[in-house]
């Protein structure tokens, strides 16, 4: 993968944690959202989420020589994945989406998502150790 493709990755997985919650929370004011993993998923929760987005697209043009750092965004994204799937393993999406649409979908994709850029993290993260 080349630097200039994974730095736009950055930006997208940022964007993404950001435009995400702003959209599917309705601003913060999604108390369905909220409430259903509220110690996740909760107005704290959602504004970590943010920071961590911000974080993604601060190193997006030195990610390279913030190996650790790429690390952790990795540890982060297993940690929310892990979470995700203990959660859906005792919750009915369904029920959710009866409540509402929007908060439906974001419990429907965020493990996914999560997933997908835990697996960009690591693949960048061990890139950058082999590097000579």
Avoid: C
């Amino acid at each position: 993968m080349k630097p200039k493709t994974i730095s736009t990755l950055f930006l997208i997985a940022g964007l993404f944690n950001i435009l995400g919650v702003l959209i599917f929370s309705k601003v913060f004011t999604n108390e369905v959202l909220m409430n259903t993993q509220p110690d996740v998923m909760g107005y704290f929760g959602l504004l970590s989420i943010i920071l961590w987005g911000l974080a993604y697209i601060a190193v997006h043009k030195t990610y390279a020589s913030v190996p650790w750092l790429v690390g952790v965004f990795f540890l982060e994204k297993a940690l929310y994945v892990t979470v995700y799937l203990r959660w859906m393993n005792d919750h009915s999406i369904l029920e959710i989406y009866d409540q509402d649409v929007l908060a439906g979908i974001f419990y429907s994709i965020y493990g996914v998502n999560d997933l997908l850029t835990g697996l960009f993290f690591g693949f960048v993260f061990f890139k950058i150790l082999k590097r000579p």
